[in-house]
């Protein structure tokens, strides 16, 4: 299932490059992606910050730069090829600014488990200077979906 998992991030996050993203909110977070390496449990790219996401004053808003970190983080995860998993716990650390039209590097690696959850580090940093902009610890719980069936319906009841 790992090489599966991978060739799926991959696949995933090429479909982002073009725009393809499964929602609204995340074509928006990560238009301009572009895909550098996905391995397991380590996924790298580069995002233009565009005025779409950047605030009043021209720099990258910060709560895009969490949602951006929730989804690479999520990436990483899912590369380890041990199914899909829900966000727990997202810690994020501002250290810097970057501004419309700044390219900047994210990069999100499992770092490790606790039972059965696992963490992601993710850093993102400018491009052009490799200053640290935003750090992250991602924690996520597998996603179990269970269907519960009861044998009868509550319905006929209403």
């Not at 390496?37 to 709560?63: F, M, N, P």
């Not at 983080?73 to 810097?96: P, Q, R």
């Not at 696992?118 to 179990?144: F, H, N, Q």
């Amino acid at each position: 299932m790992e090489d599966s998992a991978i060739l799926n991030t991959t696949t995933y996050l090429e479909a982002l490059t073009q725009g393809n993203g499964l929602s609204e909110i995340e074509n928006l977070i990560l238009h301009g992606l572009e895909l550098i390496h996905v391995g397991k449990g380590i996924v790298r790219c580069k995002l233009l910050v565009t005025d779409r996401v950047a605030g009043e004053d021209g720099t990258w808003h910060a709560g895009v730069i969490t949602a951006v970190m929730d989804a690479i983080g999520a990436c990483s995860v899912y590369s380890t090829g041990e199914g899909l998993h829900s966000s727990v716990d997202l810690n994020a650390s501002f250290y810097s600014m970057a501004k419309i039209h700044e390219k900047v590097e994210v990069e999100a690696r499992v770092k490790g488990t606790n039972g059965r959850l696992k963490s992601s580090v993710i850093e993102i940093r400018r491009e052009r200077d490799g200053e640290l902009i935003a750090t992250g610890r991602l924690w996520m719980a597998p996603l179990v979906l269970k269907a519960k069936h009861t044998g009868s319906s509550n319905l006929s009841k209403l």
